[in-house]
């Protein structure tokens, strides 16, 4: 196998034989953007091995050594932020804008990482206590080895580095499946880990179609981190469960913003349009739902609607946002849409007329039954749906029913901590929204359909670790029950003490 300039594996094979490829596609203009490699199984593989060739002396480095790497690329990614952003442009057709501030997230991300691997993972000292006490004991998060990252399309940079540049951190090496729509952007990332490292070849890039994800699943790596759909994460779940290799699900979401009777209106209205029509609605923690305490819904809609009445799609740079970067999610879009006004729904911005491929306009939808579509699946459009709740108890239960749990938000001046405590998902941001995704210190996941395990923070260090306990023997006890040798009182001397400190 060789590695190409751009990062990706080829074969001796592939290069000697047929080549198969695929192209990358503007889905502003259909113009092929790149041409990529199909990986097939045994190209999957040879990648992995490489990879694990190259992590043992890359777990050598130790911290230290791992974080000057890091830091090297960060700061090739920093300078050549805008030829990265202008590619994720053209393979996602998002604003340049969008694509910049999805950068701006992964520096902020890779800098923590690598900032933070040593605190969180090194070796710490554990209490032994009182019957061990001759002990002393220990934890590391030792590396897994290697890391299959598979990621989807719509934030392709952002997404996926929230595994890789954690799992890089914690001392793997890595192997990306990227989106079959962006796989110039998986392969831009691998190839500037390349050029920043030389010397370690950890963080290879494999491209092709969902049966390139499926032999990543195979090819006996250590764990597999998963960001897509929740029917694929399934796919993949049972793919690994045959080999016993661990996952971590980052799926779909349906997520919810709660408005509070004492919320500030304005901030909440701007919250609400943003997340839910920014990057064209194609955002897992993106606003899908709404619930507007009864006493404010008037208000609160009338800034809404004036707000995203006011936004227009497009492939120009000034656009609000882009098209429906996967064709065929436009289908989905529609029928939701269909589907909510067929079944009494109002649309108070837009309506049927505003899907336009590959486009989709703003479309804020109220009054939509609880068990349409367009509430209880995830549609992944400029489309909102606001409903009027009596109060904002009504709004939690309303918000906590759903197979989901990824992000949430609640707008409250006096009780924001305690409503958002009371919502059933892995993150939620208070007054401001998809803040949380910001905070590099905070774990990334979610609950239920939405998928498990945590990407980002100590958490997403720790996942892409194994805990490595260790008690050491540092004088022997008078009294010793594990051996063959011990007197026939001990164990009725420890029972004794046990009654004596833990029985009461
Ligand atoms: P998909 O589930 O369609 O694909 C995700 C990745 O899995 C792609 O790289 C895909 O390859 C690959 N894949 C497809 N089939 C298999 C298989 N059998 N085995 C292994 N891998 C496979 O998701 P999308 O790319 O459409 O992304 C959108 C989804 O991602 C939304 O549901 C969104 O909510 C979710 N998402 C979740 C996030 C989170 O952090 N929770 C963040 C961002 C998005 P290919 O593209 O070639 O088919």
Redesign the pocket.
């Known amino acids: 196998m060789t590695q190409t300039a751009n990062g990706s594996v080829e074969s001796a094979t592939e290069a000697a034989a047929e080549i198969e490829t695929f192209e990358s596609i503007d889905p502003r203009t259909g113009e092929v953007v790149g041409r990529h490699l199909i990986h097939d199984a045994a190209a999957v593989e040879a990648a992995v091995r490489e990879a694990r060739q190259a992590q043992a002396s890359w777990a050598d480095l130790g911290f230290t050594g791992r974080k000057r790497r890091l830091d090297a690329w960060r700061k090739l990614l920093v300078r050549r932020l805008d030829e990265l952003a202008t590619l994720i442009c053209a393979e996602t057709g998002k604003p340049l804008d969008d694509a910049r501030l999805e950068l701006v997230l992964v520096v902020d991300h890779l800098h923590w990482a690598a900032a933070n691997a040593e605190k969180v993972l090194r070796r710490r000292k554990v209490p032994s206590g009182l019957l061990m006490a001759n002990h002393q004991s220990s934890v590391e998060y030792v590396p897994l080895g290697v890391v299959g990252v598979?990621?989807?399309?719509?934030?392709p940079a952002f997404?996926p580095m929230g595994s890789i540049a954690y799992a890089l951190a914690a001392g793997n090496a890595v192997v990306f499946?990227?989106?079959?729509?962006t796989p110039g952007v998986g392969e831009w990332l691998a190839s500037s880990f390349a050029e920043a490292v030389p010397e370690h070849p950890v963080f290879k890039v494999v491209t092709?179609?969902?049966e390139?994800?499926?032999a990543?699943?195979k090819a006996g790596v250590d764990k597999v981190a998963?960001?897509?759909?929740?029917?694929?994460?399934k796919?993949?779940m049972a793919?690994c469960a045959e080999s016993l290799t661990p996952v971590l699900l980052?799926?779909?979401?349906k997520d919810a913003l709660v408005v509070d009777s004492d919320a500030d209106l304005t901030a909440a209205a701007e919250a609400a349009v943003w997340g839910a029509m920014a990057n064209a609605g194609q955002t897992?923690i993106g606003v899908e739902r709404v619930y507007v305490v009864d006493s404010v819904a008037d208000e609160f809609l009338k800034r809404v609607t004036d707000l995203a009445g006011k936004l227009r799609p497009g492939g120009e740079p000034q656009a609000a946002f882009g098209p429906i970067t996967?064709a065929s999610q436009v289908d989905i879009i529609r029928n939701h849409l269909e589907d909510a006004l067929e079944q009494g729904g109002k649309a108070l911005v837009g309506g049927r007329h505003s899907v336009r491929p590959p486009f989709v306009e703003p479309v804020v939808l109220t009054d939509v039954p609880e068990d349409s579509p367009a509430v209880t699946e995830?549609t992944?459009g400029p489309t909102i749906v606001v409903q009027r709740v009596s109060d904002v108890d009504e709004a939690i239960a309303r918000a906590n029913n759903t197979c989901y749990g990824?992000g949430g938000t609640v707008f409250s001046r006096s009780r924001g901590m305690e409503l958002a405590r009371r919502l059933r998902t892995g993150m939620v941001a208070v007054n401001s929204v998809i803040a949380f995704a910001a905070v590099p210190a905070l774990p990334?996941?979610?609950v239920g359909d939405?998928?498990f395990g945590r990407i980002h923070g100590a958490e997403g260090l720790r996942e892409f670790a194994r805990p490595q306990a260790i008690a050491r023997a540092r004088f022997s006890l008078p009294i010793n029950p594990m051996t063959f040798t011990r007197s026939r009182g001990t164990v009725r001397t420890l029972v004794r003490m046990v009654r004596l400190l833990r029985g009461r």
Request: hydrophobic residues 30%; aromatic residues 14%.
């Open positions: 598979i990621g989807p399309w719509n934030y997404t499946k990227p989106s079959e729509l092709g179609f969902g390139t994800g499926a990543l699943c998963f960001t897509g759909s929740t029917a694929t994460a796919r993949v793919t980052e799926c779909g979401g897992c996967m995830e992944f990824l990334f996941g979610g939405s998928g």
